[in-house]
């Protein structure tokens, strides 16, 4: 079962307006984190914004915010003031605890173009 | 600030050669992680290990082998290349501690081609 599902595979947003991407996850566990990440067609990884399963408050960094909604198990990243440069994949991730310790579990992405 | 260094970065491959991507990290990350993203999709994880000497398989280990001798090092070996290993395959590292914050720091990736 998918642990990670991020339902929209791509996303289109005027410059400078804000966008919503999705993630829901599933987890049985009582302590997680949830990551995003972006990938520009350069092919890096370029980690965004954390949520940890015990944070109150929804997490911020600059143009980046994360809508944490536990009972929904669900995720979804906020850009405001969309930038052409924002276009690229994002990446919603999940770390859980296994046996062995933790492991990350990625969702399929969401390819975000922004026009200007 | 080297963080986690990939080599090499572009390689092809005939069917049935057989290759190590390395992989190296000087951030001292006891969690090291090897994934490969086929074209269009997410990532899917090979191996990981926890720390030196325990290595654990992930969700698509079939076709590698992995070994960690040093908290540095975490090279992926290629036994008998495929056509279907095709991909490009990622290093990552993670600090698992106290605070559960920390996300996986990534290398720049290795393009490979099977041909």
């Known amino acids: 079962a998918q642990k990670i599902t991020q339902t929209q595979p791509g996303m289109f947003v005027q410059e400078k307006e804000a966008v919503t991407l999705d993630c829901t996850y599933d987890t049985s566990d009582q302590s997680y984190g949830l990551f995003w990440y972006k990938q520009p067609s350069s092919g890096e990884m370029i980690f965004l914004i954390y949520q940890g399963s015990y944070d109150e408050q929804n997490a911020t960094e600059g143009r980046y915010s994360l809508n944490f909604q536990k009972a929904r198990k669900s995720a979804n990243l906020v850009i405001s003031a969309s930038q052409l440069g924002d276009s690229a994949m994002y990446f919603c991730a999940m770390r859980e605890v296994n046996n062995y310790g933790q492991n990350f579990v990625f969702g399929p992405g969401t390819r975000l173009s922004v026009l200007p | 600030n080297a963080g986690v260094t990939q080599t090499p970065k572009f390689r092809i491959l005939k069917i049935g050669q057989s290759m190590t991507l390395q992989c190296t990290q000087d951030?001292?990350?006891?969690?090291m992680y090897w994934y490969r993203q086929d074209p269009g999709m997410g990532l899917k994880l090979i191996y990981y290990s926890v720390g030196a000497g325990i290595t654990d398989k992930g969700e698509v280990p079939n076709g590698y082998n992995v070994s960690r001798s040093t908290t540095e090092d975490f090279p992926l070996r290629l036994e008998l290349a495929a056509p279907s290993q095709t991909s490009v395959y990622f290093c990552a590292s993670s600090y698992s501690g106290a605070e559960d914050n920390q996300p996986q720091h990534f290398g720049d990736g290795t393009r490979l081609s099977i041909l």
């Open positions: 951030m001292n990350h006891n969690y």
